[in-house]
């Protein structure tokens, strides 16, 4: 089987070294801009994998297009509708598609199938993976455990048989509309532990945890998906990683917003939390902590007191 990955961010280039390393043939495309694609072009490597041998890179869409029975995708979610656009002008909805990325459109909430659905796409050929790891933990032979989730149930069983290893475990997902809000959500969680980190209030996370859970599980309710998803890996699941490592871009934006420093890495979860108020307005849903999240990074409260200010709420149902 034959994988062209697009996107040469951290995520990109760790699928193509892990398909690569499970003996599929990969190509990997990016931007002819793009400051990751020229390192890994020059190089054959970046801080975070070198690229196995045989690992084709080019910047030809039309390329990676042809080159794929299968195309992954981990770009900038914000980026995804073009993209989408520009690959279906050059037949790429006749093949399978996977998306590794975790995000909503920022403007109109959607979810990224959604995305690519309304791009011409056939559900029954799109794929998510999603779920907790760090790219820093998988190569160091670290193992973890992800969901394959979509719309056909075969199609989700191949693709997550296919793929895994010793090191990446694939679940089988049930609730595509639940693995897709549930992944995107954490990313704001994992801001507001990062400002928690900051402010030296680490024991707060606890709280957090357990209402980031219950406030996503009523909006996924809402939106017609399993609530139980929360509770799973696409959301609760991967809050080690993103609400307490190291090598969390969301909890470490949120940390350094609290400290007053700049933060120049993508942090899918400041996107998120303007995605996820639109989506509270549409479907009615109180989403107290993503709103919080909101006006910290777009309204400019002070982050501290804006997260503090949930703990006065006269209900804990209320948090």
Not at 80 to 100: D, F, H, P, S, W
Not at 246 to 267: I, P
Not at 287 to 300: M, Q, R, S
């Amino acid at each position: 089987m034959r994988f062209s990955v697009l996107g040469c961010g951290r995520w990109g280039s760790f699928i193509t070294w892990y398909l690569s390393s499970q003996g599929f043939e990969v190509l990997e495309w990016g931007r002819e801009t793009s400051k990751d694609y020229a390192i890994l072009k020059q190089t054959g490597e970046n801080g975070y994998v070198k690229l196995n041998r045989g690992v084709t890179l080019t910047s030809d869409l039309k390329e990676a297009v042809d080159f794929a029975e299968v195309i992954v995708i981990s770009i900038k979610s914000q980026g995804l509708r073009g993209l989408g656009q520009r690959l279906r002008e050059m037949g790429g909805n006749a093949k399978t598609v996977i998306l590794c990325m975790k995000g909503l459109e920022e403007d109109t909430g959607k979810r990224l199938t959604e995305v690519m659905l309304e791009s011409g796409f056939d559900k029954h050929k799109l794929a998510v993976w999603v779920g907790p790891g760090h790219i820093q933990e998988f190569t160091q032979g670290k193992p973890n455990c992800m969901v394959i989730d979509g719309y056909d149930a075969t199609l989700i069983k191949s693709i997550a048989d296919t793929l895994k290893s010793n090191l990446i475990r694939f679940y089988y997902g049930e609730d595509i509309i639940g693995s897709e809000i549930g992944a995107a959500s954490k990313n704001v969680m994992g801001i507001a532990a990062g400002v928690l980190d900051g402010g030296g209030f680490k024991s707060l996370k606890g709280a957090l945890m357990s209402r980031g859970a219950r406030e996503v599980a009523r909006l996924i309710k809402a939106m017609g998906g399993n609530e139980l998803s929360a509770y799973g890996l696409c959301h609760l699941g991967d809050y080690e990683t993103t609400l307490f490592s190291e090598y969390s871009n969301n909890r470490r934006f949120g940390e350094e917003l609290y400290k007053g420093v700049k933060f120049d890495k993508l942090a899918e979860g400041v996107y998120t939390s303007k995605a996820m108020m639109v989506l509270a307005d549409k479907y009615g849903v109180e989403l107290p902590i993503t709103k919080a999240v909101y006006n910290i990074v777009y309204e400019n409260h002070d982050p501290l007191a804006e997260l503090l200010t949930l703990f006065g709420r006269k209900s804990v149902s209320e948090f």
